[in-house]
């Protein structure tokens, strides 16, 4: 993990003038943006290894993005991609179990039988969670939301030797916080509502992931969060 108190130097996004890194130089490089979410997967679990020194981060302008990245590096033209061994490969939820399985530093999946079977069933439910939240904005956003955080309240329950949702911190974790981060500051100030009232356990969770830098370091900035909700998902608020 990153040493606490420095702070870290974050390389300028690149736009459609900039060049490219030397590709395929042996370099391994992670190409993200600084507010997807799942770009923010791959990079807590980076930081969390203490990999700063061994995976490169690589900022691409996804509103102005350059050409080379789709004709050179990775022909999806999203993010996240990872540059790793002479190949490029893509999908957050598999860069992190690659950067996990691939790389060393702390593990970030449990050997523990019953909780490996948990972690994956919450892994292959995660999208189902996302994508209830974002439909959530179409209707009554509060209320749409409620099951969906509640779902993460009862699976925090699960195991009692940490408070995070496989106890200990996991993959699971970087998984699900980048979109809960993002709700819980939209559902907070835009439809002044408090996902943690009456879920201590998530509250918990959040306050306990706020404590680890490799995390907080890929916090985007609240303001920010709440004006691209606002233009892209809530036009009328």
Request: net charge negative; charged share 25%; aromatic share 12%.
């Amino acid at each position: 993990m990153a040493t606490i108190g420095v702070p870290q130097v974050l390389p300028p996004p690149l736009t459609s003038t900039s060049e490219p890194p030397p590709l395929f130089d042996g370099t391994t490089r992670l190409y993200v943006n600084y507010s997807c979410p799942y770009a923010q997967r791959t990079w807590i679990a980076r930081n969390y290894k203490g990999l700063q020194d061994k995976i490169h981060l690589v900022a691409i302008d996804l509103q102005n993005r350059p050409a080379w990245y789709k004709e050179k590096v990775y022909p999806e033209n999203k993010v996240p991609s990872l540059e790793h061994n002479g190949k490029v490969l893509g999908e957050s939820l598999d860069l992190i179990k690659y950067i996990d399985a691939n790389f060393e530093g702390t593990p970030l999946f449990p050997n523990d039988p019953a909780k490996k079977e948990f972690g994956e069933q919450l892994l292959s439910h995660v999208d189902t969670f996302t994508k209830e939240l974002y439909l959530s904005l179409k209707g009554d956003t509060v209320q749409q939301a409620s099951p969906t955080f509640e779902f993460l309240e009862n699976a925090l329950g699960k195991f009692d030797d940490g408070p995070f949702l496989l106890g200990q911190f996991s993959l699971v974790d970087v998984a699900y916080i980048p979109f809960v981060e993002r709700f819980h500051i939209v559902l907070a100030e835009v439809f002044k509502h408090d996902i943690t009232e009456g879920r201590p356990k998530l509250a918990t969770w959040i306050e306990e992931l706020n404590k680890i830098d490799a995390y907080t370091q890929t916090r985007v900035n609240p303001q920010e969060i709440v004006e691209l909700f606002k233009n892209r998902f809530l036009p009328q608020q």
